[in-house]
């Protein structure tokens, strides 16, 4: 098969699997509109649905590696190969001593780094521009589902002071997920959408709101940044926007408890400071845990009993330290910092100010399609640098 079709096979595929997000969650969203959810955390869609965008993560991930090999050509992505060095001598301490489901857990958290691998030098401004009018289309869908919710959904997640729903998390099980797609959704709408109605509606009115009706914290931080980043380089002086941006931040902070009609949001941020602060130390250097700190051991121990207690961590960072090591967290890190270190534009910000944000509550390479979105970015931002 010549290269450039296994390159368009590879871009079809992860628009039809994004495109089939909100089916991953179809039975939970079914159960939580009809007042009919007993936890969040009880998996109610049947696996075979929610194993449908590994089988294709996996697809492209083999397509791409022939392509590689095809070509014979390797992403230049230093930091990246230090990251899988280490990681690898984790899961080597870790394989003898643990269940084989566990060590699954661990690799399956991986999948999206492999996907840049994968797709290195083959995403382009033309698959963006696919990808934003995708992207756009589901985020009325959720918005849409987000309004039902805020009316229908009863007080699963709380109400607030008029006694509607106080959380909506759209197609999403967990609210914050809504809100970093929504933020996901506006970051490809101000770059990759031509000037129009239709993006100033998504960037400036239907994310905004979207991420407030999802009443989370870290979404209205993050948004705060998208915004500020925007007066940031549009507007001047520069020095009388950042000053403005962080007394303005130092308020949105106080106030978030009211923004977000959530009394108890920083008990939520101090557990998981705790947490991170826990696993810290000599031994966390390398992790012979390999993929305890996952949500997929998590699920899968709840579920099925399988190993030994593993822990809630609720943040990428957390989630590596304790699966991979603080090694491969360092090397991860600088991965990132080396994608948009030659060209820090407003861009490169925005991707910045989103995902590492949710990096301190969510496990991003277990959020869909987010994880899929951080890495194909990514190779994006390689592509275009050299």
């Known amino acids: 098969m010549p290269v450039i079709s296994i390159s368009r096979l590879c871009k079809v595929l992860m628009l039809v699997v994004i495109a089939s997000t909100p089916l991953f969650n179809v039975f939970e969203i079914r159960a939580l509109n009809t007042g009919r959810l007993v936890s969040h955390a009880e998996v109610i869609t049947p696996p075979y649905i929610k194993l449908i965008k590994d089988c294709f993560l996996l697809a492209v991930i083999l397509l791409g590696f022939g392509r590689v090999l095809l070509r014979q050509r390797v992403a230049r992505a230093r930091f990246l190969g230090l990251f899988i060095f280490f990681a690898m001598i984790s899961f080597l301490l870790s394989v003898c001593n643990q269940s084989i489901w566990l060590t699954f857990a661990g690799i399956r958290c991986l999948l999206p780094l492999a996907v840049?691998?994968?797709?290195?030098?083959?995403i382009d401004i033309e698959f963006q521009v696919k990808l934003v009018r995708l992207l756009i289309t589901l985020l009325f869908i959720g918005f849409a589902l987000q309004v039902y919710q805020l009316f229908f959904a009863g007080d699963y997640f709380g109400t607030n002071l008029v006694g509607l729903s106080e959380r909506n998390p759209?197609?999403?099980?967990?609210?914050?997920?809504?809100?970093?797609?929504s933020l996901i959704v506006m970051y490809y709408a101000y770059h990759y959408h031509r000037y129009g109605?239709?993006?100033?509606?998504?960037?400036?009115f239907i994310g905004p709101l979207s991420v407030w009706l999802t009443g989370s914290g870290t979404g209205i931080i993050s948004l705060f940044l998208f915004i500020v980043t925007i007066a940031f380089f549009r507007m001047g002086p520069r020095w009388v926007v950042f000053t403005a941006g962080c007394g303005l931040l130092i308020l949105t902070l106080v106030f978030l408890p009211k923004l977000t009609s959530?009394?108890?949001?920083?008990?939520?941020?101090?557990?998981?400071?705790?947490?991170?602060?826990?696993?810290?130390?000599?031994?966390?250097?390398?992790s012979s845990r390999f993929g305890y700190g996952t949500n997929t051991a998590v699920l899968l121990k709840r579920t099925y009993n399988i190993g030994p207690q593993v822990l809630i961590t609720d943040c990428t960072f957390t989630a590596f330290i304790v699966?991979?090591?603080?090694?491969?967290?360092?090397?991860?890190?600088?991965?990132i910092a080396e994608s948009v270190r030659l060209n820090l534009r407003m861009t490169h910000v925005h991707f910045i100010a989103i995902f590492?944000?949710?990096?301190?509550?969510?496990?991003?390479?277990?959020?869909f399609p987010a994880?899929?979105?951080?890495?194909?970015?990514?190779?994006y931002f390689y592509k275009t640098r050299f």
């Open 170 to 181: 759209g197609f999403f099980i967990i609210p914050s997920s809504m809100a970093l797609f």
């Open 262 to 286: 959530r009394d108890d949001i920083y008990t939520s941020l101090n557990t998981r400071f705790r947490i991170l602060r826990d696993v810290l130390g000599p031994g966390a250097l390398l």
């Open 197 to 204: 109605r239709l993006r100033n509606l998504v960037v400036y």
């Open 356 to 367: 590492v944000t949710f990096m301190a509550t969510t496990i991003i390479f277990e959020s």
């Open 323 to 335: 699966s991979y090591g603080f090694v491969p967290l360092v090397f991860f890190v600088l991965f």
């Open 371 to 379: 994880n899929i979105i951080f890495s194909l970015n990514l190779a």
């Open 116 to 122: 840049f691998l994968s797709v290195y030098g083959i």
